[in-house]
């Protein structure tokens, strides 16, 4: 009888690890669907192309909010937000590496702690690193307090893969209120949104139609949001190439007077 139990109790452990396992190799597509209703909630509040300002948008903000670099300067920035896409990445960082460019990647905190080599080889591989928040969580539905540590534990957990200080902030699907600005600013922060948008996240968005979306909008100044997805992967190399041909250069955010 002894025995017995220890065969079940021993079944039962081995389906939990199972189902354990099983979760975390469905993380990364986890993630990634929590991030595609977290933007479709945001798109149908604002019946737009662009998610921003959920909450509130004061016009005294505005000044304060980076949304796109100064123009006449033929140099536009891809701003590349990662809180899922470890698969994807190193085939993206090998790509910038053939087209000879840099981008700035904003990362979540979690991401950070959970990639650190990898964050490493996108720090050595000349890209910027800023901030993307800790958990993805949307600023405007949080209190003060825990924006405040959204932004410190993510510092922290890029202080610690690759030694640098993050200066930037993008909140999670745009979203922010007036207390977002004035908390990244308390903090040593900008708050960066973005010009251009891929929509990578959305269905139906083949490579063709990632390219379309950039190359139909002004790129002087632009600040070009994607994500770690499988068709912006297939769509980089084009993109840089008529991006290029257009006479535009491709650099990190630090790199474009704003």
């Known amino acids: 009888m002894k025995n017995k139990n220890w065969s079940v109790l021993g079944i039962a452990l081995f389906a939990v690890l199972a189902a354990a396992?099983?979760?975390?190799?469905?993380?990364?597509?986890?993630?990634?669907?929590?991030?595609?209703?977290?933007?479709?909630?945001?798109y149908e509040k604002q019946e737009g192309n662009n998610a921003v300002a959920t909450a509130a948008d004061p016009k005294e903000y505005e000044s304060r909010i980076i949304r796109n670099g100064a123009q006449g300067n033929n140099l536009c920035?891809?701003?590349c937000n990662v809180d899922w896409g470890e698969d994807v990445i190193p085939d993206m960082l090998k790509v910038f590496k053939e087209k000879d460019i840099q981008v700035t990647f904003f990362v979540t905190g979690r991401w950070a702690e959970n990639h650190?080599?990898?964050?490493?080889?996108m720090h050595d591989a000349g890209h910027e690193?800023?901030?993307?928040?800790?958990?993805?969580?949307?600023?405007?539905?949080?209190?003060?307090?825990?924006?405040e540590e959204e932004i410190e534990k993510t510092e922290t957990a890029i202080i610690d893969a690759v030694c640098i200080k993050p200066n930037y902030f993008a909140p999670a699907a745009g979203d922010y209120d007036a207390r977002t600005v004035e908390i990244a600013e308390k903090l040593g922060y900008k708050v960066v949104l973005w010009s251009s948008d891929t929509i990578d996240w959305r269905e139906g968005s083949s490579a063709p139609v990632i390219i379309q979306r950039i190359l139909s909008k002004p790129?002087?100044?632009?600040?070009?949001?994607?994500?770690?997805?499988?068709?912006?992967?297939?769509?980089?190399?084009?993109l840089i190439e008529q991006i290029?041909?257009?006479?535009?250069?491709?650099?990190?955010?630090y790199r474009m007077p704003v």
């Open 21 to 42: 396992f099983q979760g975390f190799s469905n993380l990364d597509k986890i993630l990634a669907d929590q991030t595609a209703q977290t933007w479709n909630t945001i």
């Open 77 to 79: 920035t891809f701003a």
């Open 116 to 121: 650190k080599d990898l964050l490493k080889q």
């Open 129 to 147: 690193i800023q901030s993307h928040g800790y958990s993805h969580a949307l600023c405007s539905d949080i209190s003060s307090e825990k924006v």
């Open 219 to 238: 790129l002087d100044g632009a600040i070009i949001l994607m994500h770690p997805k499988p068709e912006t992967l297939k769509a980089l190399p084009e």
């Open 244 to 253: 290029n041909a257009q006479g535009y250069r491709i650099v990190p955010l």
